[in-house]
């Protein structure tokens, strides 16, 4: 596993850029929790590379902007039997 949280953070921003994927699934991924995750993204990559921060930040924020609709497809599925 990963020794240095700074790359650490790193692969965890490219993973989820390159994947357009979600917190979860990246922790899932790296087997590591989702608050680390989120903690390495939003407070540790921002002083060790701010430009990747930014457009980790996109893929975030489209993901925060898209939940409720992901959550009420996910209550839908499970009230249809799929």
Not at 31 to 41: E, M, N, Q
Not at 65 to 81: N, S, V
């Amino acid at each position: 596993m990963h020794t240095n949280i700074e790359e650490r953070a790193c692969d965890l921003a490219v993973y989820i850029i390159e994947n357009k994927t979600t917190v979860r699934k990246a922790a899932k991924h790296f087997g590591i929790s989702k608050s680390t995750v989120h903690k390495d993204l939003t407070e540790r990559l921002r002083t060790v590379n701010p430009a990747l921060y930014s457009e980790v930040r996109q893929v975030l924020d489209l993901n925060k902007a898209e939940r409720h609709i992901r959550g009420g497809m996910a209550t839908k599925r499970k009230y249809k039997g799929i």
